[in-house]
Each structure stands twice: as C-alpha cells, then as structure tokens.
C-alpha cells in the first residue's frame, strides 16, 4: 500500500465516518435499553447516522464557502502586488525611433511623417538609380547615330516616361543617322519592358520623340514593338538591360 497517496482530506472522512457511527450506535443501544424493538432501533441508527452525514456536509460548506474567504481576506497579504500600468505611471521617456511618446498606445506622429518621408526617400532614390541605368544603356545603343545635344534631350525624355509624365509640349523631336524605323521600335519595346509599363503606351511617346515616326500609324507601330528576328538589327529587343549592359561593359 503507497501510503503518500492518504491525504488529509481521506483522514478527515474517516473520522467523521467514526464519529458518526459512534454516534448512531450509541443511539440504538439508548433506543433498546428503553425496550423498544430492534427494528426501530436500527431504524433509529439510520436516521442518526444521516443526520451526521448532512451535519458534516454542511459544516464543510459552510467552512469552504464562507468562513475560510472570510478569514483570508482578513489576513494580510504578504506577496507583492503587481503594480498596474495606467495613463499616470507610463512614462514620457519610452522612445520610438527616438521621439517621445506622449500618448499611451499611440505612435507619434512626428515618427509617422518621418517613416512616410524615408519610404519615399527609398522609392525614389530605387526609382533614379532605375532610370540612370536606362539611360546608360540608351547611351550605348543611341549615342553613335544622334548628336550630343540630342542625347542630353533623349536622357530627359526617357525620363519622363520613368516617372509617367507628358513630355513637354516645346519637345524637339530626335533624328537619328543610319537608325531603321525598327531600331527605335525595339528601343521603345526594351523602355517599356525594362520599367514594367504597358508596351502600347509607349508607341505616342515614340512617335512624339522620334521624327521619322510621326507619319506612321498608332496600329501598325504597336505591332511592330517586338521582332522574332531581332539580332538581324542594330538595336534588337533586348529582356533584361543589366544583363546586358554587364556583359557589353566586360
């Protein structure tokens, strides 16, 4: 028998058990002792012995449910009360991003306006270092069949259409020596690819910058964007400019 497992509670229903029958025993023999017939007298033991057990049941809820809670919020507490947070106690100095936050909960707006101004800071320096690269690889691929005052034109042109802006209504339109109606159709094709816009919205910008373009129709330049024969040209469509550009730079 593992002894560990007796606890005080069994401990105590034993001997609230014994002291019942104790009880009720003393109780028959009274009963007998007056000549009265035995099965009153058990009859007797069994009434008592309830009543014992109802008397102890209630005694053990009055004990658990009422005067123990009462007792306990008598004593004092010994164990650290945790300290609450509230408006009062937080304190001015918790920082975010360095600045001070004021109000509980909320995020200053001075940090806010200065995540926004970073966020855009990121995008447009991303945004530039796309467009330089561009327009370094329409330097390789134009610079030899357009004037130098052309280039620097061509540079701000292709600029415009980076950010998705009109180009300017004084635009002096580019005629490039020795260049084919299809180098500058690839060269609009590897534009719009390169900056992920739309190939069709590229064909008003051509027709604007290009002279030799301005006659043609919108239809016939859309459908001349990409060629399967590319390399048979000077400027071919070309899929992924930085790779390009590393190998041309080796």
């Known amino acids: 028998m593992d002894y560990r497992k007796i606890n005080s509670h069994i401990i105590l229903l034993l001997i609230v058990s014994i002291v019942g029958l104790t009880i009720a025993m003393v109780g028959r023999l009274i009963v007998l002792e007056k000549g009265i017939d035995t099965g009153t007298a058990n009859l007797t033991f069994v009434i008592i012995l309830g009543m014992c057990v109802i008397a102890y049941l209630i005694i053990l809820a009055t004990l658990s449910h009422v005067i123990v809670p009462w007792i306990m919020k008598k004593l004092p507490n010994k164990k650290n009360t945790p300290s609450t947070i509230t408006d009062d106690n937080v304190s001015n100095e918790t920082t975010f991003d360095g ?131 590319t390399k048979k040209h000077i400027i071919p469509n070309i899929d992924d400019i930085p790779k390009y550009l590393a190998e041309h730079n080796k």
């Open 99 to 229: 600045t001070r936050c004021s109000q509980k909960g909320k995020m200053p707006e001075q940090s806010i306006e200065e995540i926004r101004k970073d966020a855009e800071k990121r995008h447009i320096e991303k945004q530039n270092a796309k467009i330089n690269l561009f327009i370094e690889y329409s330097h390789v691929a134009m610079a030899p069949y357009i004037t130098d005052d052309e280039l620097l034109r061509l540079d701000k042109y292709i600029e415009y259409y980076a950010r998705e802006e009109p180009l300017p209504d004084n635009l002096i339109p580019i005629k490039p020596n020795k260049l084919k109606n299809p180098d500058m159709f690839h060269f609009g094709w590897n534009m719009a690819h390169y900056f992920d816009h739309k190939k069709q919205d590229v064909v008003p910008w051509l027709q604007q910058v290009f002279i030799d373009l301005q006659d043609l129709e919108y239809s016939y330049v859309k459908g001349k964007l990409h060629d399967y024969q």
